[in-house]
């Protein structure tokens, strides 16, 4: 869920309010933490597909809001993000290694690579991958964001006030960026079927994980209040690990935004991967998608969505003005996946 592109996200709405972002955070979570008990009743009456939420717009609307949800919300949406995330990735290496004369783009392809060959040892090399990042994600961000509530950071403690503004519209008028930085809960379907005692731990899983991100986004946001001035966060969240710790802060913060963009390409192409197949099941998408490895993985949607992100970042672009209209467009689409998949519910009950 926590992309790179979420932190700077967390920056530009506690910089426009200030504490009161938490409000618009916590209620954001709520709508999400409903969205994941959604998908897990859909996945209970459901479970024996890996379509995602095709199988069950399928069921309710037919095979073209299906596709149109799917297609537009999931895999186009999933891979441009993709393909931004290793395309930050590229720059932020590029950034630090000033002396190496390498393109961004080349280090951005490379983690492409690495990440393709790794996922290809099917679900057990994913989650191995996937637990290390998140929990070194999650449990450094956690820390720095405590450090700052606290004020042990080693920097100078801004004197600022803490609320920028109270307005319930101003709170509710940032709830669509808030929500950005919880949406994804529903890739843990696709791979629910390969997990012991689903109907009780995928759901137990997406709540804790929902909780345990607003909590840390929580500390995070105090943090910044204490020694992030408001106009300069919302430019880069990686001054709030300069100005907290000096070069050190800098130095995690960097590696924290690595973590980041590892963590959703990782989940973007085995997710991707999985939902193809599941869609080809169905008759969706053609059956070549359902094709699988020695280790259970389907490759022709993992490299597809490879050769995508490889492609997008080749040709630059990833880095251009285009790419921030297509990404909105994929959110759109995936908000309005979410409200479909409520009315899924409503529709199977």
Known sequence: IIATSCLLSIGQGASTIGLPFIITMAIACAFNILTAFSICELNALMPNLTGGMAQYTLACFGPFVSIVITVGGYLTCQTIMGSSEAAM??????????????????????????????????????????????????????????????????????????????????????????????????????????????????????????????????????????????????????????????????????????????????????????????????QLLPSVFMRKNKRGTPYVGLLLVAAAMILINITGLSTSDQLTFLILTGCTFWIFSYIILHFDVLILR
């Open 89 to 282: 990735f590229g720059n932020t290496l590029s950034n630090v290694l000033t002396g190496v004369p390498i393109p961004g783009s080349v280090y951005s392809i490379v983690l492409i690579l690495i990440l393709l060959g790794l996922n290809l040892f099917g679900v057990d090399m994913f989650a191995k991958v996937q637990n290390i990042v998140a929990y070194g994600l999650i449990g450094s961000l956690l820390f720095l964001g405590i450090m700052g509530t606290i004020k042990l950071g080693t920097g100078q403690v801004v004197e600022q006030p803490a609320v920028l503004s109270s307005k319930p519209g101003d709170v509710f008028s940032l709830l669509g960026l808030a929500f950005f930085l919880f949406i994804g809960v529903e890739f843990i379907v696709p791979i629910s079927t390969q997990v012991k005692n689903p109907r009780k731990k995928v759901p137990l899983g997406m709540v804790i994980s929902l909780v345990a991100i607003l909590v840390m986004q929580i500390f995070m946001v105090i943090g910044f209040s204490h020694y992030t001035p408001w106009d300069e966060l919302g430019v880069s969240t990686v001054l709030y690990g300069s100005l907290l710790y000096g070069k050190v802060g800098t130095i995690w913060m960097t590696v924290i935004s690595l973590l980041a963009v590892i963590s959703t390409l990782n989940t973007a192409m085995f997710s991707i991967a999985q939902i193809c197949s599941g869609m080809a099941k169905i």
